[in-house]
């Protein structure tokens, strides 16, 4: 079975905003630390704004950072086909990326690292700045939704 989606362009804001939110899912624990030293900074008076702008500065700094290299990713060569219109052909065997009747790029399941279901839609993450974000929107029918879920399921990349 195959599921043919509609036609789709991913807006540049809403990449950043996905890419910034799947970072922070993924990579909250690093910002422990930085609770620590902005509760030790109410804790220890005499370095409290050694504490408190290194606890506070650090993640600011840190995801800042990558929203910038999301917003550049967006200008690369590398990344303008991301954002193309464009309809998906999803099956057992690849992931298809079709502009027009004729021309498309086949990206292989194993080039995916690992997929998570949102409210609004699929994530198919292959780095921290590639992804392919999937609305549910896109889809033709209820039962789509489910066999993209069943497909993910089966190579082990929906988390």
Request: glycine share 6%; net charge positive.
């Amino acid at each position: 079975m195959k599921v043919i989606t509609k036609k789709y362009e991913l807006e540049k804001k809403k990449y950043i905003s996905v890419a910034t939110i799947a970072l922070l899912k993924k990579e909250w624990f690093y910002g422990i630390p930085c609770i620590v030293l902005l509760a030790l900074s109410f804790i220890v008076t005499s370095w409290f704004w050694t504490f408190f702008l290194i606890g506070f500065l650090v993640p600011l700094l840190y995801v800042g950072f990558w929203m910038i290299q999301f917003a550049g990713f967006t200008q690369h060569e590398m990344g303008k086909m991301f954002f193309y219109k464009m309809n998906y052909e999803i099956d057992g065997r690849q992931f298809l990326l079709k502009m027009d009747a004729k021309h498309g790029m086949p990206i292989e399941w194993k080039s995916f690292k690992k997929a998570f279901k949102t409210k609004s839609g699929f994530i198919l993450t292959m780095s921290k700045a590639q992804f392919i974000y999937l609305p549910f929107s896109i889809f033709k029918k209820e039962n789509d939704i489910k066999l993209i879920s069943t497909i993910l399921n089966r190579k082990n990349l929906l988390k």
